[in-house]
T-cell receptor
Framework: SAVISQKPSRDICQRGTSLTIQCQVD?????MFWYRQQPGQSLTLIAT?????????ESGFVIDKFPISRPNLTFSTLTVSNMSPEDSSIYLC???????????FGQGTRLTVV | QKEVEQDPGPLSVPEGAIVSLNCTYS??????FMWYRQYSRKGPELLMY????GNKEDGRFTAQVDKSSKYISLFIRDSQPSDSATYLC?????????????FGQGTILTVHP
Protein backbone atom coordinates (compact mmCIF):
# COMPACT_ATOMS: atom_id res chain seq x y z
CA SER A 1 0.00 0.00 0.00
CA ALA A 2 0.95 3.67 0.13
CA VAL A 3 0.57 6.37 2.73
CA ILE A 4 -1.25 9.28 1.10
CA SER A 5 -1.67 12.62 2.81
CA GLN A 6 -4.14 15.18 1.54
CA LYS A 7 -4.36 18.78 2.69
CA PRO A 8 -6.59 20.40 3.67
CA SER A 9 -8.91 17.72 5.01
CA ARG A 10 -11.82 20.12 4.76
CA ASP A 11 -12.57 23.71 3.91
CA ILE A 12 -15.45 26.11 3.55
CA CYS A 13 -14.91 28.61 0.74
CA GLN A 14 -16.69 31.61 -0.70
CA ARG A 15 -18.04 31.35 -4.23
CA GLY A 16 -15.77 32.86 -6.84
CA THR A 17 -12.58 31.94 -4.99
CA SER A 18 -10.11 29.11 -5.66
CA LEU A 19 -8.77 26.33 -3.47
CA THR A 20 -5.62 24.27 -4.00
CA ILE A 21 -5.57 20.74 -2.62
CA GLN A 22 -2.29 18.97 -2.02
CA CYS A 23 -1.55 15.24 -2.27
CA GLN A 24 1.69 13.85 -0.86
CA VAL A 25 2.71 10.19 -1.11
CA ASP A 26 5.29 8.51 1.12
CA UNK A 27 7.13 6.92 -1.83
CA UNK A 28 7.45 7.33 -5.57
CA UNK A 29 4.44 6.25 -7.57
CA UNK A 30 3.87 5.94 -11.28
CA UNK A 31 0.33 7.15 -11.56
CA MET A 32 -1.59 9.81 -9.67
CA PHE A 33 -5.25 10.59 -10.22
CA TRP A 34 -7.84 13.03 -8.94
CA TYR A 35 -11.45 12.02 -8.31
CA ARG A 36 -14.56 13.86 -7.22
CA GLN A 37 -17.30 12.43 -5.02
CA GLN A 38 -20.38 14.59 -5.01
CA PRO A 39 -22.84 14.32 -2.10
CA GLY A 40 -24.53 10.92 -2.12
CA GLN A 41 -22.75 9.94 -5.32
CA SER A 42 -19.92 7.65 -6.30
CA LEU A 43 -16.45 8.63 -7.41
CA THR A 44 -15.84 10.23 -10.79
CA LEU A 45 -12.38 10.55 -12.32
CA ILE A 46 -11.39 14.16 -12.99
CA ALA A 47 -7.94 13.71 -14.49
CA THR A 48 -4.64 11.87 -14.53
CA UNK A 49 -1.78 13.93 -13.09
CA UNK A 50 1.24 13.42 -15.35
CA UNK A 51 4.71 14.06 -14.00
CA UNK A 52 6.44 16.77 -15.99
CA UNK A 53 3.61 17.34 -18.45
CA UNK A 54 0.03 18.58 -18.63
CA UNK A 55 -2.66 16.54 -16.93
CA UNK A 56 -5.05 14.38 -18.95
CA UNK A 57 -8.67 15.36 -18.30
CA GLU A 58 -11.77 13.19 -18.53
CA SER A 59 -14.84 14.22 -20.43
CA GLY A 60 -16.65 17.04 -18.68
CA PHE A 61 -13.59 18.37 -16.86
CA VAL A 62 -11.34 21.17 -18.16
CA ILE A 63 -7.97 22.57 -17.21
CA ASP A 64 -9.23 26.10 -16.63
CA LYS A 65 -11.57 24.86 -13.92
CA PHE A 66 -9.34 22.16 -12.42
CA PRO A 67 -5.68 22.99 -13.04
CA ILE A 68 -3.38 20.20 -11.86
CA SER A 69 0.33 20.12 -11.17
CA ARG A 70 2.67 17.19 -10.62
CA PRO A 71 6.22 18.42 -10.19
CA ASN A 72 7.63 15.05 -9.06
CA LEU A 73 6.74 11.40 -8.42
CA THR A 74 5.41 11.94 -4.90
CA PHE A 75 3.39 15.17 -5.04
CA SER A 76 0.45 16.65 -6.91
CA THR A 77 -1.98 19.53 -6.51
CA LEU A 78 -5.52 20.07 -7.73
CA THR A 79 -6.98 23.57 -7.84
CA VAL A 80 -10.72 24.13 -7.93
CA SER A 81 -11.09 27.52 -9.60
CA ASN A 82 -13.84 30.14 -9.51
CA MET A 83 -15.88 27.96 -7.19
CA SER A 84 -19.66 27.72 -7.10
CA PRO A 85 -21.87 25.76 -4.69
CA GLU A 86 -22.03 22.97 -7.30
CA ASP A 87 -18.34 22.32 -6.63
CA SER A 88 -19.15 21.23 -3.09
CA SER A 89 -17.78 17.68 -3.05
CA ILE A 90 -15.11 15.44 -1.65
CA TYR A 91 -11.95 15.53 -3.76
CA LEU A 92 -9.74 12.46 -3.58
CA CYS A 93 -6.21 11.72 -4.68
CA UNK A 94 -5.41 8.18 -5.87
CA UNK A 95 -2.06 6.54 -6.63
CA UNK A 96 -0.72 3.44 -8.33
CA UNK A 97 2.75 1.98 -8.52
CA UNK A 98 4.52 0.68 -11.61
CA UNK A 99 3.36 -2.83 -12.48
CA UNK A 100 0.63 -2.79 -9.87
CA UNK A 101 -2.99 -2.25 -10.85
CA UNK A 102 -4.18 -1.73 -7.28
CA UNK A 103 -5.18 1.87 -6.62
CA UNK A 104 -5.01 3.51 -3.20
CA PHE A 105 -6.81 6.62 -2.03
CA GLY A 106 -6.14 9.49 0.29
CA GLN A 107 -8.61 10.52 2.96
CA GLY A 108 -10.11 13.17 0.75
CA THR A 109 -10.74 16.90 1.01
CA ARG A 110 -14.28 17.85 1.91
CA LEU A 111 -15.07 21.13 0.19
CA THR A 112 -18.12 23.26 0.90
CA VAL A 113 -18.73 26.34 -1.24
CA VAL A 114 -21.08 28.97 0.17
CA GLN B 1 -27.20 3.72 -18.94
CA LYS B 2 -24.27 3.87 -16.55
CA GLU B 3 -21.22 1.75 -17.32
CA VAL B 4 -21.37 0.21 -13.84
CA GLU B 5 -24.62 -0.40 -11.96
CA GLN B 6 -24.71 -1.10 -8.25
CA ASP B 7 -27.75 -1.30 -6.02
CA PRO B 8 -27.34 1.58 -3.56
CA GLY B 9 -29.35 -0.20 -0.88
CA PRO B 10 -29.39 0.63 1.95
CA LEU B 11 -28.86 -2.92 3.16
CA SER B 12 -29.41 -3.78 6.81
CA VAL B 13 -28.49 -7.22 8.20
CA PRO B 14 -28.07 -8.80 11.64
CA GLU B 15 -24.63 -9.60 12.95
CA GLY B 16 -23.38 -12.96 11.67
CA ALA B 17 -25.34 -12.82 8.42
CA ILE B 18 -23.86 -13.49 5.01
CA VAL B 19 -23.91 -10.36 2.89
CA SER B 20 -23.99 -10.36 -0.89
CA LEU B 21 -23.09 -7.21 -2.82
CA ASN B 22 -23.29 -7.06 -6.58
CA CYS B 23 -22.42 -4.97 -9.60
CA THR B 24 -23.18 -5.30 -13.28
CA TYR B 25 -21.30 -3.57 -16.05
CA SER B 26 -21.66 -2.96 -19.75
CA UNK B 27 -18.08 -2.33 -20.92
CA UNK B 28 -16.57 -5.65 -22.04
CA UNK B 29 -13.10 -4.06 -21.97
CA UNK B 30 -13.02 -4.11 -18.16
CA UNK B 31 -10.43 -6.61 -16.97
CA UNK B 32 -9.57 -5.53 -13.43
CA PHE B 33 -12.19 -5.56 -10.69
CA MET B 34 -11.97 -4.10 -7.22
CA TRP B 35 -14.06 -3.69 -4.12
CA TYR B 36 -13.53 -0.74 -1.82
CA ARG B 37 -14.92 -0.07 1.63
CA GLN B 38 -15.58 3.53 2.62
CA TYR B 39 -16.36 4.54 6.16
CA SER B 40 -18.13 7.82 6.77
CA ARG B 41 -15.85 10.82 6.17
CA LYS B 42 -12.95 8.59 5.10
CA GLY B 43 -11.31 7.74 1.77
CA PRO B 44 -12.04 4.40 0.05
CA GLU B 45 -10.02 1.46 1.35
CA LEU B 46 -9.11 -1.35 -1.06
CA LEU B 47 -10.66 -4.63 0.10
CA MET B 48 -10.34 -7.04 -2.81
CA TYR B 49 -8.73 -7.01 -6.22
CA UNK B 50 -9.30 -9.60 -8.95
CA UNK B 51 -8.23 -9.98 -12.53
CA UNK B 52 -10.58 -11.56 -15.07
CA UNK B 53 -13.12 -14.24 -14.14
CA GLY B 54 -13.01 -16.44 -11.06
CA ASN B 55 -13.11 -16.32 -7.29
CA LYS B 56 -10.78 -14.84 -4.74
CA GLU B 57 -11.01 -15.32 -1.00
CA ASP B 58 -9.47 -13.27 1.79
CA GLY B 59 -10.61 -14.08 5.29
CA ARG B 60 -14.33 -13.39 5.56
CA PHE B 61 -14.44 -11.79 2.10
CA THR B 62 -14.92 -13.55 -1.24
CA ALA B 63 -14.93 -11.75 -4.57
CA GLN B 64 -16.42 -13.34 -7.67
CA VAL B 65 -16.14 -12.21 -11.26
CA ASP B 66 -18.22 -13.59 -14.12
CA LYS B 67 -17.09 -11.80 -17.26
CA SER B 68 -19.48 -13.73 -19.49
CA SER B 69 -22.41 -12.24 -17.56
CA LYS B 70 -20.64 -8.93 -16.82
CA TYR B 71 -21.38 -9.45 -13.15
CA ILE B 72 -19.24 -9.22 -10.04
CA SER B 73 -20.03 -9.99 -6.42
CA LEU B 74 -18.58 -9.53 -2.97
CA PHE B 75 -19.61 -11.89 -0.19
CA ILE B 76 -19.03 -11.10 3.47
CA ARG B 77 -19.33 -14.03 5.85
CA ASP B 78 -20.05 -13.71 9.56
CA SER B 79 -20.73 -10.00 9.15
CA GLN B 80 -19.76 -7.72 12.04
CA PRO B 81 -20.99 -4.27 13.10
CA SER B 82 -17.54 -2.99 12.09
CA ASP B 83 -18.39 -3.97 8.50
CA SER B 84 -21.00 -1.19 8.44
CA ALA B 85 -19.82 1.10 5.64
CA THR B 86 -20.39 1.94 2.00
CA TYR B 87 -19.05 -0.69 -0.40
CA LEU B 88 -17.97 0.44 -3.84
CA CYS B 89 -17.21 -1.75 -6.82
CA UNK B 90 -14.66 -0.40 -9.27
CA UNK B 91 -13.31 -1.54 -12.62
CA UNK B 92 -10.51 -0.78 -15.03
CA UNK B 93 -9.87 -1.70 -18.64
CA UNK B 94 -6.10 -1.76 -18.46
CA UNK B 95 -3.94 -0.73 -21.43
CA UNK B 96 -4.11 3.03 -21.98
CA UNK B 97 -6.90 3.14 -19.37
CA UNK B 98 -4.59 1.53 -16.83
CA UNK B 99 -5.38 2.98 -13.43
CA UNK B 100 -8.52 4.81 -14.46
CA UNK B 101 -11.31 3.38 -12.35
CA UNK B 102 -15.02 3.43 -13.06
CA PHE B 103 -17.03 3.11 -9.88
CA GLY B 104 -20.48 1.85 -9.04
CA GLN B 105 -22.80 4.04 -6.96
CA GLY B 106 -21.90 2.24 -3.74
CA THR B 107 -24.05 0.11 -1.41
CA ILE B 108 -24.65 1.34 2.12
CA LEU B 109 -24.41 -1.60 4.52
CA THR B 110 -25.44 -1.61 8.17
CA VAL B 111 -24.75 -4.64 10.35
CA HIS B 112 -26.69 -4.40 13.59
CA PRO B 113 -25.78 -6.30 16.76
Amino acid sequence: SAVISQKPSRDICQRGTSLTIQCQVDSQVTMMFWYRQQPGQSLTLIATANQGSEATYESGFVIDKFPISRPNLTFSTLTVSNMSPEDSSIYLCSVQRQGNTEAFFGQGTRLTVV
Amino acid sequence: QKEVEQDPGPLSVPEGAIVSLNCTYSNSAFQYFMWYRQYSRKGPELLMYTYSSGNKEDGRFTAQVDKSSKYISLFIRDSQPSDSATYLCAMSAGGTSYGKLTFGQGTILTVHP
